[in-house]
Nanobody, 120 residues
Framework: QVQLVESGGGLVQPGGSLRLSCAAS????????MAWYRQAPGKQRELVAR???????NYADFAKGRFTISRDNAKNTVWLQMNSLKPEDTAVYYC??????????????WGQGTQVTVSS
């Protein structure tokens, strides 16, 4: 079984920064794609950023230039550095990991979500 533990959310003023982390533990052969999604009240969950095991990165347009995704393959951990936060960034942020349980078995896991609130 694999568990994802997220941390780093909170209340921040507009223009501030937060760093989210998501650590996977359990019976992991190796981690594959890692991503961050967010879901604001009344809206669909949307992709924020993703990073492959090789380090290729994609950002949503709203995240470009403000957010940075990074990972540590040895620690099965992904981070999301968020700068210049805006009120519209307020949402629950979820990490999503594709994990190889064996050399041939991959499964996707979601974190429990962490609330990010940007408000003065």
């Amino acid at each position: 079984q694999v568990q994802l533990v997220e941390s780093g959310g909170g209340l921040v003023q507009p223009g501030g920064s937060l760093r989210l982390s998501c650590a996977a533990s359990g019976s992991i052969f190796r981690s594959n794609r890692m991503a961050w999604y967010r879901q604001a009240p009344g809206k669909q969950r949307e992709l924020v950023a993703r990073i492959t095991s090789g380090g290729s990165i994609n950002y949503a347009d709203f995240a470009k230039g403000r957010f940075t995704i990074s990972r540590d393959n040895a620690k099965n951990t992904v981070w999301l550095q968020m700068n210049s936060l805006k009120p519209e960034d307020t949402a629950v942020y979820y990490c999503n990991l594709d994990v190889f349980l064996t050399i041939a078995t991959m499964k996707a896991y979601w974190g429990q979500g962490t609330q990010v609130t940007v408000s003065s």
